[in-house]
């Protein structure tokens, strides 16, 4: 499968605690992206890169929140500190820069108790 | 910065019928104009886009129009099927700025059989 891929899926942690993400953007795309949707609502942007460069931060993104591209592949999205509002999914998109077309990952659901 | 507005909330159709979805869009720059389907637990999936150098696309039984004077863009499906069912989300964005897509809060299609 040569999709977005996300990591992992689902997880549920205690108010407090510390999560990372992880997304494997598609192979030959330069731009990934982190998307974040709650129920009912469409996905809100929280930021992005081009290859390993984050070029842009929503305010969305608290202190607690860092996302990271080190070699222009994978990228990681860290919460620190996690509260009961963080709960979302967490959506990771990538695309090429010539045709600009997004393409979504399955997410990472978390749920803060 | 560009908000999108997106209508009905949600629409119920019989098999076979059309459906139309509307979007409003604010930011006169945007270019470009993506729809995504979202399945239950699934990620947002791209189903057609429109950029703003035309009035009209087609693909097979998705329609999507743009009317940059008014600021609003449609999706249409017609002779629509029970796999039609599901949450649709318009987008806009202005693609010199790296795609940062700004979405609608959906649209939850139910088709009736």
């Known amino acids: 499968d040569t999709g977005v891929s996300q990591d992992p899926r689902h997880k549920i942690t205690k108010r407090g605690q510390n999560v990372t993400f992880r997304c494997d953007p598609i192979s030959e795309h330069n731009r990934l992206y982190w998307y974040r949707q709650t129920l009912g609502q469409g996905p809100e942007f929280l930021t992005y890169f081009q290859n390993e460069a984050q070029l842009e931060k929503s305010r969305l993104l608290s202190d607690r929140f860092s996302a990271e591209r080190p070699k222009g592949s994978f990228s990681t999205l860290e919460i620190q500190r996690t509260e009961q509002g963080d709960s979302a999914m967490y959506l990771c998109a990538s695309s090429d820069a010539q045709t600009g077309e997004l393409f979504f990952g399955e997410g990472s659901r978390l749920t803060v108790l | 910065g560009e908000n999108v507005e997106q ?60 009317n940059k004077t008014a600021k609003h863009f449609s999706l249409h499906i017609t002779e629509t099927q029970p796999e039609d069912s599901a949450v649709y989300f318009c987008a806009a964005a202005l693609r010199e700025y790296g795609n940062k897509l700004v979405f609608g809060a959906g649209t939850i299609l139910r088709v009736k059989s």
């Open chain 2, 7 to 66: 209508h009905p909330s949600t629409l119920s159709v019989q098999e076979g019928d059309s459906a139309v979805i509307k979007c409003t869009y604010s930011d006169s720059a945007s270019n470009y104009f993506p729809w995504y389907k979202q399945e239950l637990g699934k990620g947002p999936q791209l189903i057609i886009d429109i950029r703003s150098n035309v009035g009209e696309k087609k693909d097979q039984r998705i329609a999507v129009t743009l």
